[in-house]
């Protein structure tokens, strides 16, 4: 498992942990990861988080490979 989705388990644990994290979360992403995990997301990285109910499904449509490739080798997305 990378470490980028250690780091969204991470996140994603927490969240079901603790309720007043989940909601400063959802509302403000870049500051509740920076005040549990210390890490923090550049200004020029959008983020947002979104919560899938029983309801709803999120899918996440990443970035064509295509795209982000750069002088012969693939960047993937990191913080």
């Known amino acids: ?3 980028e989705q250690l ?3 991470q996140i994603v644990q927490k969240a079901w942990e603790d309720p007043s994290f989940k909601q400063k979360l ?3 992403p870049k ?3 920076k005040e ?3 890490i923090s997301i550049p200004e020029h990285i959008k983020m947002k988080a979104v ?6 499904f999120v899918l996440v449509i990443p ?4 795209d982000v490739i750069t002088a012969g080798r693939v ?3 990191h913080w």
């Open 51 to 56: 919560e899938e109910t029983a309801d709803s």
């Open 36 to 38: 549990v995990l210390g």
């Open 1 to 3: 498992m990378s470490t």
């Open 63 to 66: 970035p064509n490979p295509t």
């Open 26 to 28: 959802l509302s403000d």
């Open 7 to 9: 780091v969204r388990n």
């Open 75 to 77: 960047q993937m997305g």
């Open 31 to 33: 500051s509740a990861i």
